[in-house]
Each structure stands twice: as structure tokens, then as C-alpha cells.
């Protein structure tokens, strides 16, 4: 008659223990091979700062120099647009007239993505040639319910986006206030 190997509950386990630790620990080893902590102070690495830049973005569709055109025609008998998409390099002003002192661009793209609701996809870099943050850049992703009177989009902080002016050609004048975290 075969006899059974009889070990404590608590040896088991142990036992079990350390057949998973020696099986997993290599395994965690070279996953995370790639990451290393960093002490902030030998990288000299800044303080946190949190900054509120307002701005007026200028989608000019219309004239001899549009900053917005139509790449991508939306699909036939859609009241939203869906589909449509058009690529920017909209003027970034200081003031809600486009002749206001220019200390940017958003260059990028908005797309029509709601079949049912009016809904803009927004992907612009605010790409700055002005002032202190000359030659800086932030980016603006999300959803822009346009018809709301005001919108929020994400960026590494919070961006608030309010239409100042829509007329009949298509040109629109947006208020964006943007808080971003920086060093």
C-alpha cells in the first residue's frame, strides 16, 4: 500500500511560498527592467507649478487665408457633420479680436464624431511663439460639445473652452482657459 508524504499545514504553505516567490520574482524582474526610481533632487528637477493661460483661438474658415480646411468630406445626409474633418493652424491671441497681439498657435486637428449630437474630436497642440513660454507647447485632447456654451477638454491639467463669436461663414472666435501643471 502506497504511503503518503504527511507535511504540517504550516510547512506547506510556507513550501508552496516559495515555489510562486522563485517563479514569479524573475519574471517581475525583467518586466519592469525598463523602470528606475529617480531621486528628484540629484535631477534638479523644479517645484510643481500651476499656470492659467487664457486665450482666443480663431477657426478661420473663410476668405483667402483660411487657418481651418476640410480634409475629410462628412458622410451624406448627416445633420452633424459626421465624418468631417478639418486640420488647423489657428491664431492664438491675447484678445478676442483676431488684431490682438498673437502669442501662439493651435495647430492639429477637429473631427465630427457624433452621429446623433452635434460633438467635436479636438487634438491641437497650443504651440507658443511669444513671451516667456516661447517655443513651449501643451495639448488639448477630447470631446467639444460645440452647441454648449461651455466645454471641457483635457490637457495634463484642465482647459474650459467658451464660443465668443460664431458667424455665418464658419468663423468662430473661442475663449479657452487652460490650467496646466509645469515645472
Known sequence: MARALLISPPYFIFFIFLIFSYAIIPAFGEEYSYVKR?????????KEKLSHFRLYWHDIVSGSNPTSIQ????????????????MIDNPLTI????????VGKAQGFYSSAGQEEFGLLMVMNFV????????????VLGRNK???KVREMEVIGYVQAKTYMFNS?????????????HY
Open 38 to 46: 529617480v531621486n528628484p533632487k540629484k535631477m534638479k528637477i523644479l
Open 71 to 86: 480634409v475629410v468630406k462628412p458622410v451624406k445626409n448627416s445633420s452633424t457633420f459626421f465624418g468631417s474633418i478639418n
Open 95 to 102: 484678445g478676442p479680436k483676431l488684431s490682438s497681439k498673437l
Open 128 to 139: 507658443f511663439i511669444d513671451g516667456k513660454y516661447n517655443g513651449s507647447t501643451f495639448t
Open 146 to 148: 460645440v452647441l454648449s
Open 169 to 181: 461663414t464658419g468663423d468662430a472666435t473661442v475663449e479657452y482657459n487652460a490650467y496646466v501643471k
